[in-house]
């Protein structure tokens, strides 16, 4: 598409113009933060069990995993991931990149919200269902987890829709959503406000979505309490 004759069409018809774009990156981003999450919740179930092990060693490292990725930008990951590994021949693409990226800093926060509601729950609701005959992970997968979810439900949304807004820093490595497309469009045509306007009306429309899916799904879980 032509960027240059954008600002000759007007705000109105510019953002109709590049609106199938725009559309196209939201996509993008969406297919991005949701894959992200599914394997982010598999890591941050993972890690809490880790830090909730009467292992040492796994607790030990369930926390330096949470230490170290809590305690740095993500950005820094990302630039980790997608060009420090390169050094050593593992070269991914910018989708990949960013997937493993936003997954294992989002992992760490999940663990964190994880480890909490399962400690939230009665230490009696474990030792009875091992007195059932129940071995720990079942009694995890059918007692325990089911009632935590519940509690986590609204920190891990809060969770998701910063993860989802956070996915805007994949851009740096190229990844054609809509914050390099509002980046490319503001440079082209010297009207920031516009595309970067525009974009900011993608993030909060999609933001809302996930906020009400989380809304809902928590008055669902309420109705079987």
């Known amino acids: ?29 969406l297919k991005l933060t949701v894959v ?21 060693v796994l607790r030990t490292i369930g926390s330096a995993y949470t230490w170290i990725i809590r305690g740095t930008p993500l950005l820094v990951q990302i630039y980790l991931i997608y060009f420090g590994l390169s050094d050593y021949g593992i070269v991914l693409e910018a989708f990949p990149a960013g997937v493993a990226a936003l997954s294992i800093n989002s992992g760490a926060y999940l663990a964190e919200i994880i480890r909490a509601g399962i400690e939230s729950i009665p230490r009696g609701q474990m030792e009875a269902a091992r007195s059932l005959g129940m071995s720990y992970g079942q009694a995890m997968r059918r007692v325990i987890l089911p009632q935590a979810y519940r509690r986590m439900i609204p920190p891990m949304v809060n969770e998701f829709v910063i993860l989802l807004k956070d996915s805007s820093l994949v851009s740096v490595i190229g990844l054609q959503e809509i914050m390099l497309n509002s980046r490319q469009f503001a440079s082209a045509t010297l009207k920031s406000v516009w595309f970067f306007g ?28």
């Open 1 to 29: 598409m032509p960027q240059e004759g954008l600002v000759d069409l007007g705000l109105w018809g510019a953002l109709h113009r590049v609106t199938p774009i725009y559309l196209a990156g939201a996509w993008l981003t």
């Open 36 to 56: 992200s999450i599914v394997l982010g919740l598999a890591i941050g179930l993972l890690v809490a069990l880790m830090k909730l092990s009467r292992f040492g």
């Open 198 to 225: 525009y974009a900011a009306f993608y993030y909060l429309v999609m933001t809302t979505l996930f906020t009400t899916l989380g809304s809902w799904l928590e008055r669902k879980l309420k109705e079987y309490e």
